[in-house]
């Protein structure tokens, strides 16, 4: 199993402005995932972020918007940009078990407050 | 593209009594699933998981999920509920190819004293 710890743990922020969110794990990694939880809702997946290329997002999501780094297999970092208020919800990471489970370790979340 | 229907958006159980959650899928091919839970202000915790082994796959607290490929379900069961499993739980597949998971709308669990 793999250890993930996010900061921050939670922020409230005045629109227009930039968050940075970072993930950590414990071990070394290929692929590192992050998720959106918008209020009462399920996670939808933002990106898949892998070491050394540029990470791959999924419908709906944007570089401009969710700009990620991946410097190194233990971390990566997540920016929400020019937020709104609908950029409010949970943000998770996530990483994958290198067996051949396919199942995925989760960060505790950042969650996102935008006034 | 693989996904996941999750039949209940709320069930509500008195303590002592069996739960329920109802999870169906839809795969081109054999599937990973997944049961994880998620307790109020806490992160994900994974359950179980069905990885084409046993088809009954038992999990963390007492939980099992059955794998039924004619009726492309994973339905998750514990025959007694307590007060701490009041949580919200989430029924995910995975995507073989590139580690995807996608995610059940959820059921929240409500355990009634």
């Known amino acids: 199993s793999a250890v993930i710890s996010q900061k921050p743990s939670r922020d409230i922020c005045q629109r227009g402005t930039s968050l940075t969110i970072q993930c950590q794990v414990d071990?070394?990694?290929?692929?590192m995932f992050w998720y959106r939880q918008q209020p009462g809702q399920s996670l939808t997946l933002i990106a898949t972020?892998?070491?050394?290329?540029?990470?791959?997002?999924e419908s709906g999501f944007v570089i401009d918007k969710f700009p990620i780094s991946r410097p190194n297999l233990t971390f990566s970092t997540l920016t929400v940009s020019n937020m709104s208020p609908e950029d409010s919800s949970i943000y998770l990471c996530s990483v994958e078990d290198p067996g051949p489970s396919y199942e995925q370790y989760f960060g505790p979340g950042t969650r996102l407050t935008v006034t | 593209a693989q996904s996941v229907t999750q039949l209940d958006s709320h069930v509500s159980v008195s303590e002592g009594t069996p739960v329920l959650l109802r999870c169906n899928y839809s795969s081109s091919y054999s599937p990973s699933l997944f049961w994880y839970v998620q307790h109020p202000n806490k992160g994900l915790q994974l359950l179980l998981k069905y990885t084409s082994a046993a088809t009954l796959v038992k999990g963390i607290n007492g939980f099992e999920a059955e794998f039924k490929k004619s009726e492309t379900s994973f339905h998750l069961t514990k025959p007694s509920a307590h007060m701490s499993d009041a949580a919200e739980y989430f029924c995910v597949v995975s995507d073989l190819d590139d580690y995807k998971l996608s995610f059940g709308a959820g059921t929240t669990v409500t355990v009634r004293a």
């Open positions: 972020a892998n070491q050394g290329s540029e990470a791959t997002y």
């Open positions: 071990s070394q990694v290929t692929m």
